[in-house]
């Protein structure tokens, strides 16, 4: 397993409520993990603990090693992370922000070296935005920007890379060229995926496996025809919905609400 | 960058009231405009990089190393140090520093409250808090003071490389390779610290670490050149932006370039400080805010065309 956890419970300092209570997940190489659920159900949080955030209860493991025993340097060569805000307080072009990608493998004083480069390159080619490496971050649209994201964290060649909401504010073809991009890296090489995402039918579509939490604890876990039935589904984001099948995967209709 | 370090240097060494002819055999060159030039250049560079690395930590384009607090408390203990009579050629500058390291650990001690991070707006607002607490003691105590006393504080205040010597500049060249050692070995980690806490360390960033240590290496490169220099602003906000414009954000390439150009742009206003009015001197912070912010408006200009 790539990344374990197994019953983990999570509290921010000073909340009065656990932002995740007795959540496990497996995720194995070359396995496409969606996570699912309303807004605050601690899904960001899960990306958290995996990456080091102190568990009360319960443990994360990365390659079999508790995650607090790999130090930062080490953990980002194996797990990248596109987080859903960052900012960027001075100018930057394309293939600089891609090299922040390369950090981890870079020893304290030594440069560059061609062998970063090209894998900066390759990021760049993979994600199809290579056209880009010489604009600003400021002058990208919001899908050339996320693309660019995607590309700066497999510059880390990571073995599991983490998405948060990365689909927010895409439009449709995008949206979709980002999912594609996921799934063909999954299935053309050993990566793992975890993403957290509010596009339920989606996940649905592109993900091996989908975990569906709700007030921080996991209703769900597994293939999305086992996990997005429409009893949960409606339990879980308080929304009356019917549930079709496209492509042999479910798919949500929200309901209008019955005029009174 | 360095042919105009050398330029300022040359210019430093010959200008002055004394006409070139004269010089050969006084001393002047060497006891007295030497090492003016060489403490200028070492307190510019440090209060450049202080700035540099202060920007990325508190993600603060305005961020300035004596907006920390650091100037309010350097002033207060050197203006207890004249109040006082304080005798010997180190009792201002020691004075100073004290002051500035009170500052600097209840400005730390603040933005450590709420747990190991230094929360970087903290250290902004607890800056500003203890600076302005100091401004008033500092002005009740010059409001007391002999007339004299007050001209002494009030143009200290304002900065100046006067008392240069090369006493002075052995001690500050001893100082601060440690702190600029520091600041350099973090300059990957303050790339990425720009991106925000978070993302910074998923790209392998210890960011408690970093922002801790490269807080107070910065503070204590700022404490030692108010000590020695009074405080010059405006260096360690503008230079660092300057480098920006020109060599770009990367701080392997930043910090070393702040170091010369705030080196050489202090030398050269230095220069320009005790030659204008000459035989009068003006103090070297106003002459650093008349060439820098121009410079600056200039260089945001191109900025924004781009």
């Known amino acids: 397993m790539i990344l374990r956890l197994v019953d983990v419970t999570f509290r921010y300092p000073g909340a009065r409520d656990d932002a995740l209570a007795g959540v496990s997940l497996n995720v194995a190489p070359g396995e496409f993990y969606a996570v699912l659920g309303p807004n605050g159900s601690g899904k960001t949080t899960l990306i958290r603990v995996a990456l080091g955030a102190a568990a009360r209860v319960g443990s994360a493991e990365i390659l079999g090693r508790p995650v607090g025993a790999w130090s930062r340097r080490e953990l980002a060569r194996l797990v990248a992370v596109v987080a859903q805000r960052e900012d960027n307080l001075f100018p930057q072009r394309v293939r600089e922000t891609v090299l922040l990608g390369r950090y981890p493998h870079l020893s304290l004083w030594g440069g560059a070296r061609a062998a970063d480069r090209a894998a900066v390159d390759r990021a760049l080619a993979v994600c199809d935005a290579g056209h880009l490496a010489d604009r600003w971050i400021w002058s990208l649209s919001g899908g050339e920007y996320q693309r660019v994201r995607v590309a700066r964290a497999l510059a880390q060649e990571p073995r599991l890379l983490m998405l948060d909401e990365p689909g927010v504010s895409l439009d449709v073809r995008h949206e979709m060229e980002l999912f594609e991009l996921v799934r063909g890296l999954v299935d053309r090489s050993e990566l793992a995926v975890v993403m957290v995402t509010h596009h339920t039918n989606l996940a649905a579509r592109f993900a091996d496996r989908v975990l569906l939490l709700a007030g921080g604890r996991a209703v769900a876990g597994g293939a999305p025809q086992d996990v997005l039935t429409r009893a949960t589904v409606e339990r879980v984001f308080a929304w009356p919905v019917a549930l079709q099948q496209f492509d042999g995967r479910p798919q949500i209709v929200p309901l209008r609400q019955s005029r009174s | ?306």
Do not use: C, K
């Open chain 2, 1 to 306: 960058m360095v042919a105009l370090a050398i330029g300022a240097a040359t210019t430093a060494l010959l200008l002055g009231p004394v006409p070139l002819a004269d010089l050969r055999g006084t001393g002047i060159v060497w006891d007295l405009r030497a090492p003016r030039a060489v403490l200028g250049f070492l307190v510019g560079g440090s209060l450049a990089v202080a700035g540099a690395g202060l920007q990325a930590l508190v993600r603060n384009p305005l961020a300035d190393p004596f907006l920390l607090g650091l100037s309010g408390g350097a002033a207060l203990g050197a203006v207890v140090a004249i109040a006082f009579d304080v005798a010997g050629a180190w009792a201002l500058p020691l004075a100073a520093f004290a002051g500035a390291l009170v500052a600097l650990v209840l400005v730390y001690r603040m933005a450590l409250a709420g747990g190991g991070a230094l929360d970087p707006r903290i250290l902004l607002l607890g800056g500003v808090a203890v600076g302005a607490f100091a401004a008033a003691v500092t002005t009740a105590i010059v409001s007391l003071a002999e007339a004299t006393e007050l001209r002494n504080a009030f143009l200290w205040l304002w900065g100046g490389l006067a008392t240069a010597s090369w006493d002075t500049v052995l001690v500050v060249a001893i100082y601060v390779p440690l702190p600029l050692a520091v600041i350099a070995a973090a300059a990957r980690p303050l790339d990425l610290l720009v991106l925000g806490d978070e993302p910074a360390g998923y790209l392998g960033a210890d960011v408690e670490r970093v922002r801790r240590r490269v807080y107070v290496a910065a503070s204590l490169l700022t404490a030692a050149a108010v000590a020695v220099s009074g405080v010059i602003g405006f260096i360690g906000l503008i230079v660092p932006h300057i480098g920006r414009l020109v060599w770009g954000h990367r701080h392997r390439a930043l910090l070393p370039a702040s170091f010369v150009g705030g080196g050489t742009l202090l030398v050269l206003a230095d220069t320009v400080a005790r030659t204008i009015v000459a035989p009068r001197e003006l103090p070297v912070g106003i002459v650093t805010a008349l060439i820098g912010v121009p410079l600056f408006v200039l260089l945001l200009r191109r900025w924004t065309i781009t």
